[in-house]
């Protein structure tokens, strides 16, 4: 199984990114898929989630500028980040959760976001 995020950089605030990652060895579509995201010195948090049939959920501080989709053709899950805040400085972390049995999860290795003037 292979989590690979891309889309991470240096972006000035009320910027955007848009993040990627893209899966394989898996049936993707018999997986939840999810963003975290960890700042230095913080736990890791739940950024969003989204469902094989495209239900989302989001976390508190990311509603309404972040928006979470996937591509079940491609094995892709995106995160679209706009309004970026110095606060949603992070490494951002992609993973997978199989519908059937939650103790089947995969992550990515990372990709940093760091938001900055």
């Known amino acids: 199984v292979r989590l690979v995020e891309s889309g991470g950089g240096l972006v000035h605030p009320v910027g955007s990114l848009r993040l990627f990652c893209a899966a394989s060895g898996i049936i993707f579509r018999l997986y939840r898929t999810a963003w975290y995201r960890q700042a230095p010195g913080k736990q890791r948090e739940l950024v969003a989630t989204?469902?094989?049939?495209?239900?989302?959920n989001y976390g508190d501080s990311v509603k309404d500028r972040f928006t979470i989709s996937r591509d079940n053709g491609k094995n892709t899950v995106y995160l679209q980040m706009n309004s970026l805040k110095p606060e949603d400085t992070a490494v951002y972390y992609c993973n997978v959760e199989h519908v059937f049995s939650t103790q089947t999860d995969y992550w990515g290795q990372g990709t940093q976001v760091t938001v900055s003037s």
């Open positions: 989204i469902t094989p049939s495209g239900g989302t």
